[in-house]
């Protein structure tokens, strides 16, 4: 079996956020895909729109387990713009540091039963004010995010990677991004979160298209476009701070963090489609071992 289709057998996962329509002949339960550099991502498919009410309660859910890969115990985010047409920049630059703060229950009460291998708990984070780029409102990959990543760290438009930062990808309507294995945004999934190496450091870095746009509007959440946003955002922030370098896992161990080998899932696949509101934004709610329910504290 080669390395490849190992990781696509290891970490598949059936549960979706959000109810885009998927093409009739998409495998929707590959969530992990090899992009050209030699990483994969965790994306989250699309499915009809009545899979959210279908998986809004999964019975028996086995719960994460740690399998020894890193967390970011204190992130920190840089979310990007990919230019001056992303839409609701003021509340996204505004969602972030509030998601994360001292306000917010997901990160001061739920994270923390979440360890690292050294046994440090995850903890609030911060967020700065989105960089805009400026880059064309054309389809892009997701090889060519990175690029673009890489050239934005050498120019000193972001700061360089390190153990805690997150870089959050907002792309304006009108984009369709394609991934590694050929999927598309707002055609088989909603967002996904991914992990590159350059210079020896791990690059944490998520995609969210434009959920008002054709194909994700009134797909990716059941509620409003900013509300949608924001939760498909969290979904794949919170995932991010738990199983940050599940991009370059292989097998059940490091560097994979915390993940639900049974149910075939990270944090907030287990709970895909749930609302609620904290630090007055609407986010998914996330898996608690504790609770054994899908929270938000």
């Known amino acids: ?14 549960t979706l956020l959000g109810a885009c329509m998927a093409d009739s002949d ?5 969530q992990t895909e090899q992009s050209a550099e030699g990483t994969r991502i965790h994306m989250m498919p699309l499915q009809s729109p009545d899979a959210p009410v279908a998986n809004a309660v999964k019975p028996a859910i086995a719960g994460l387990t740690f399998f020894g890969g890193p967390v970011l115990t204190h992130i ?23 998601v ?38 054309a389809s ?28 959050p990808v907002h792309f304006p309507s009108g984009m369709t991004i394609t991934a590694s294995d050929g999927s598309r945004s707002c055609v088989q999934f909603c967002a996904y ?20 746009q054709s194909g994700c509007n009134g797909g990716c959440g059941g509620s ?26 292989t097998v059940f161990g490091p560097p994979l963090g915390w993940y639900d080998q049974v149910d075939n899932g990270e944090i ?4 895909n489609a749930q609302q609620a509101t904290v630090a007055g934004f609407t986010v998914q709610k996330e898996w608690s071992n504790r609770a054994r329910a899908c929270v938000v504290n």
């Open 1 to 14: 079996m080669t390395n490849s289709r190992l990781i696509k057998t290891l970490l598949l996962s059936t």
């Open 140 to 167: 892009v990959t997701d090889a060519a995010v990175q690029t673009e990543l890489n050239r934005l760290f050498a120019a000193g438009s972001l700061p360089l990677p390190n153990t805690q930062t997150y870089y």
């Open 26 to 30: 998409t495998d929707a339960t590959d």
């Open 268 to 271: 907030g696949d287990l709970c």
């Open 100 to 137: 994360v703060g001292s306000g917010s229950s997901i990160y001061t009460s739920l994270l923390p039963q979440y360890t690292s291998a050294s046994g440090a708990a995850i903890g609030t984070g911060t967020s700065v004010a989105g960089f805009v780029d400026n880059k064309a409102t």
């Open 76 to 98: 920190q985010i840089h979310p990007v713009f990919w230019n001056s047409a992303a839409k609701l920049q003021a509340n996204i630059n505004a969602f972030y540091p509030a």
């Open 224 to 249: 409003t476009v900013l509300n949608n946003t924001t939760s498909v955002a969290s979904h794949e922030l919170v995932e991010a701070t738990t199983d940050p370098a599940v991009g370059l896992a």
């Open 193 to 212: 979160h991914g992990t590159y190496v350059r210079s020896g450091v791990n690059v944490n870095y998520g995609i969210i298209p434009d959920i008002g």
